[in-house]
């Protein structure tokens, strides 16, 4: 990976790991606070009302954040153009979602979902307002003002929605919580960085050259991971639709979220380096295969601490997910090893490929999950969203094939050591397992998923170390990740360690 294009990714992806951190922490103790005071039927409330919301947004993006950072040349009123646009767009949003409140609440059956449906549709108007400057910051790999804009974000979230759960156990809690981020967030992005926009139009031909292909990219991307909840709402209750959706919430954690700083930090990364297709290919290899290394192994881990983690933290109401969760953390950690593939395309202006891409995914997805639900309900609808991940990730490796010049087995094949160090890993803890044996309470849980823990790590690194070693320790992501293992480490050694 070359030096000018590693440094500048690297930089951002550490700002955005700090945001991801604190954010996943966030989440995480949310999660199981919520999980602990409300009920399944309360999750299924905010899951149909998010995707609800999610289909909405994603028909009236514009991805006037990436068209402002694909530019290389920017002017006054391509900024305040974004804003104005951004702004019109919020009023869709609210209209939009306001009418739908009403059908989409009687199509559900359950008329609590009006209001619910309205404040969400306000949350969402509100957060298209979010100072543009922000985006301004990412184009010079600049991560420090979305980091804080989402730190505040779900910090505010979480203590509203904590808090309200608290006092009145209801799937308001979560609603109104996610408000709260919503309207602080957007307030503290102009105190922080100033800016007066002025309303106008004059740029939006530039800007939606780039993203009229990105919008309707997106369009598709939110149907393929919402859909599948619009639908099932209306097959199943909403105790089993809260169980997937909290199931999915914890499972994508140790896979995708980890590694989206470094995701994030590959567009503005790749944009850089257009004029040099083989330093582009170079680096997204080296980083889709230092991705793979840290997502496979996390999300199988986790599908391996299921049952105890569940135990522990969200108690015996929520047992019946284990199996569910095993499933999906699999395939989200399977579908990161394509994952860079959005950033490659917009990077090299190819986004009408991440449209066909997502098109062709969610004709797979919908055969799968149509006959997932109808034949064996919930359990058919988390086997046909890991099905359909697999097909995804196929036509994705073939999507880089067409950009890029390597075959789909040469992609794979990219992953060798760690396929072998995830099935070690596999194995190791299966073994130990077996070793404690059977039993409950607090205390054998948490032996569960601490051996789980160690030795599924060690299992791992020490297989694909051996590995590695053997194969004469090849320039590539091993190299990267001690190197940027190193780098941090140093950081922080100059920065406690000062000299006498």
Known sequence: MPLTLKAGILKGATWLAMSRLVLNALSLVSTLVLARLLVPADFGIVAIATAALEFV????????????????????????????????????VLAVFTALAVPLSHAYGDDRLIPVFIVTGLTAATIDLLNPRVSLRMKMMDFRPQFTCQIIK?????????????????????????????????IISYILWPYIPRFTLSRARDLLGFSSWLFAEQVMNVLNWRFDQLLSGLVLSKRELGLFSLAINLSVMPSREITAPLVQALFPGFSNVTDSPARLARGYMTAQRAIGMVTIPAGV?????????????????????????????????????????????????????????????????????LAGVLLAGLTGLVWARAISAVLGVMIALDMVRRLLGFGIVAQMAAHFRTFVGAITMVAVVMAAMRLLGQGEGTAHYALQLCVTIVAGAVAYIATVGALWIAAGRPGGAERELLNAVSGVLGIFRRRVVKPA
């Open 57 to 92: 947004v994603a028909l009236t993006e514009l991805s006037l954040s990436a068209a402002l950072i694909q530019r290389r040349y920017l002017q006054r009123s391509h900024v305040d153009t974004a804003w104005t646009m951004a702004v019109i767009r919020s009023l869709v």
């Open 154 to 186: 779900r910090t505010v979230t979480v203590i509203v929605s904590i808090t309200l759960a608290i006092l009145f156990r209801s799937y308001w809690a979560m609603i109104l919580g996610s408000a709260a981020g919503a309207v602080m967030t957007v």
């Open 301 to 369: 881990g986790f599908a391996l601490a299921a049952q105890p983690f569940v135990a522990l933290a969200l108690g015996s109401k929520w047992a019946v997910a284990v199996p569910i969760i095993q499933v999906l953390a699999c395939s989200f950690a399977f579908q990161t090893l394509t994952i860079g593939l959005r950033s490659l395309a917009m990077a090299m202006g190819h986004t009408r490929l991440l449209f066909f891409r997502e098109a062709i995914s969610f004709a797979v997805r919908l055969a799968c999950v």
